[in-house]
């Protein structure tokens, strides 16, 4: 995927796997996988928080858009 790209995971499943163990069908969350920039906990995560979550993401975003020349 071309930048800018952000990643947010969203809900405890993406987080941290659980409340599934690691496995061969399960992992320990998306950040095992690739890099994360935001997480949003819950299960379910609540709606605010998903778009706080978002919110954070897209002014991240921003501020590394304001770092690169």
Sequence with gaps: ????RLVVA??????SGAPYPAGYASGDGA???LPVDV?????P????A???GL???MGRLEARA???P
Excluded: H
């Excluded at 995560?45 to 605010?48: D, E, F, K, V």
């Design 66 to 68: 304001e770092r690169t």
């Design 31 to 33: 950040a095992s996988a």
């Design 45 to 48: 995560p609540r709606p605010q």
């Design 39 to 43: 997480f949003v906990p819950g299960c």
């Design 55 to 57: 919110l954070l993401a």
């Design 1 to 4: 995927m071309s930048d800018p």
């Design 10 to 15: 969203v809900g405890a499943c993406a987080v």
């Design 50 to 52: 998903i778009i706080d």
